[in-house]
């Protein structure tokens, strides 16, 4: 995160998902630009699912900061309706970890609310028109691919109720701890996916965790942590978050 300076206007620009170093670098800059306006005492960006650094790290940190109000503009296209509520919803169950109550929060509306979007777009348009024909010739076709050799498969669920559950940011915390740990190859190796409904939709957001087949119910960030270190890479189910499939109807358990 860029240089903090406190007491006015946090803003974080906020993105989906980046794992590659070039779009980190592009929102670096646009962070940059928006540090210059009026107000603003701080501009950094942030990732809802995958990339570094994590929404829910940047808010915490920012709330511990003395700000009048901490900014989260979406910057999403086509922006959809849901996102502006599913960060709200997001942020409500984060809040219930964090003691204090900390700056306002507003979030912004999408790029499609913007009156510059036109312009943008023709700017694009013609930027397009300076480009050079696309060549097929100068993308040949991929010869081959690894077969990981990974022993542990995560699925992830993503639908209806497990999203409305918070399945993205799990998703992403899942991705971001895979990246940072070397899962992928630490211990017997791992990789993730995620998928359509799993089933047990009253248990959401469920994990399971292959090839045990081991149900994960009621999974949050903390959840994600102990599967990864305790079944990823100690070798033992976390029973207090796990449901037997014995193909009984089972309801979430409260946890403490
Ligand atoms: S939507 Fe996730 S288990 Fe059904």
């Not at 409500?92 to 929060?105: M, S």
Request: with cysteine; charged share 20%; glycine share 10%.
């Amino acid at each position: 995160m860029p240089g903090i300076e406190a007491g006015g206007i946090a803003v974080v620009l906020v993105a989906r998902s980046a794992i590659a170093a070039a779009p980190r670098a592009e929102m670096e800059r646009l962070a940059g630009q928006v540090s210059g306006l009026h107000e603003i005492a701080l501009a950094t960006y942030a990732f809802t699912e995958q990339g570094q650094p994590a929404l829910r790290e940047v808010v915490a940190n920012l709330r511990r900061r003395p700000f009048r109000e901490i900014r989260l503009v979406p910057l999403l296209f086509p922006m959809e309706a849901s996102f502006r509520a599913w960060i709200g919803r997001t942020l409500a169950r984060w809040q219930l970890e964090w003691d204090t109550e900390g700056p306002a929060i507003r979030i912004g509306p999408g790029p499609n609310a913007s009156e510059r979007l036109t312009d943008l777009v023709s700017d694009l348009v013609e930027t397009a028109g300076r480009e050079k024909p696309f060549m097929p010739a100068e993308h040949p076709a991929t010869t081959g691919s690894v077969v990981a050799a990974a022993h542990r498969r995560v699925l992830v669920c993503q639908g209806g109720p497990c999203n409305e559950a918070g399945a993205a940011a799990i998703w992403g915390h899942l991705r971001n701890e895979q990246e940072g740990q070397s899962l992928r190859t630490a211990g017997s190796g791992m990789m993730s996916a995620t998928t359509s409904c799993l089933g047990p939709c009253s248990l959401a957001p469920v994990v399971q965790v292959w090839p045990e087949g081991t149900v994960y119910g009621g999974v949050n960030e903390a959840g994600i942590d102990a599967i990864i270190r305790e079944h990823l890479l100690g070798d033992r189910p976390v029973e207090s978050l796990a449901y037997p499939a014995n193909g009984r109807k089972q309801a979430l358990r409260l946890r403490e």
